[in-house]
T-cell receptor
Framework: EDQVTQSPEALRLQEGESSSLNCSYT??????LFWYRQDPGKGPEFLFT???AGEEKEKERLKATLTKKESFLHITAPKPEDSATYLC????????????FGQGTRLTINP | NAGVTQTPKFRVLKTGQSMTLLCAQD?????MYWYRQDPGMGLRLIHY???????AKGEVPDGYNVSRLKKQNFLLGLESAAPSQTSVYFC????????????FGDGTRLSIL
């Protein structure tokens, strides 16, 4: 069964304290791995797409990496405005991009 | 630049009532999707559409119906609402051609009493 698992469920950091979020996937024929950010009361906002193992993408304090079994979202020197829930999703089938989502990691950055 | 717009934003229903959630996108996307988001469950696909006039079942389709009469609109209907359908519903759209990100609306918060 195709599955995406994120860890930890919640993470609390001090401002400036770097860390990583994990997304493990068991999806046959992965076409792409997506990272989204979701703020309370809002819909997910697209961050990155990773297509193949070894690929890296960066945006401000965020860097996403991909291996054959998992993806990491590295957060460097985070600020309070980086607080959000981060979702990963695997694109599993051709045609319409049917995504399998993880449960998310709720990240809180304390000033 | 609206993107994906969902209406209504909030709704409270009684068990057995029916309602329709509307999703509109202005990005000329071919693909549209309806998800529900429940605590600890992540986003789960209800139905999706690959183009005007087409619909298909997702992971959790029971109790829902959809229609895509116009390319820009995707409607989600609850024929006889049940408390188990209390959730936050998200609509998304994406373009064709390779692996494209889905763009989401801000959700409809639905409570069934």
């Amino acid at each position: 069964e195709d599955q995406v698992t994120q860890s930890p469920e919640a993470l609390r950091l001090q401002e400036g304290e770097s860390s990583s979020l994990n997304c493990s996937y068991t999806v046959s024929g992965l076409r792409g791995l997506f990272w989204y950010r979701q703020d309370p009361g809002k819909g997910p906002e697209f961050l990155f797409t990773l297509y193949s193992a070894g690929e890296e993408k960066e945006k401000e304090r965020l860097k996403a990496t991909l291996t054959k079994k998992e993806s990491f979202l590295h957060i460097t020197a985070p600020k309070p405005e980086d607080s959000a829930t981060y979702l990963c999703a695997a694109d599993q089938i051709q045609g319409a991009q049917k995504l399998v989502f993880g449960q998310g990691t709720r990240l809180t950055i304390n000033p | 630049n609206a993107g994906v717009t969902q209406t209504p934003k909030f709704r409270v229903l009684k068990t057995g009532q029916s309602m329709t959630l509307l999703c509109a996108q202005d990005m000329n996307h071919e693909y549209m999707y309806w998800y529900r988001q429940d605590p600890g469950m992540g986003l789960r696909l209800i139905h999706y559409s690959v183009g005007e006039g087409t619909t298909a079942k997702g992971e959790v389709p029971d109790g829902y119906n959809v229609s895509r009469l116009k390319k820009q609109n995707f409607l989600l209907g609850l024929e006889s609402a049940a408390p188990s359908q209390t959730s936050v519903y998200f609509c998304a759209s994406s373009s064709t051609g390779g692996v494209q990100p889905q763009h989401f609306g801000d959700g409809t918060r639905l409570s069934i009493l």
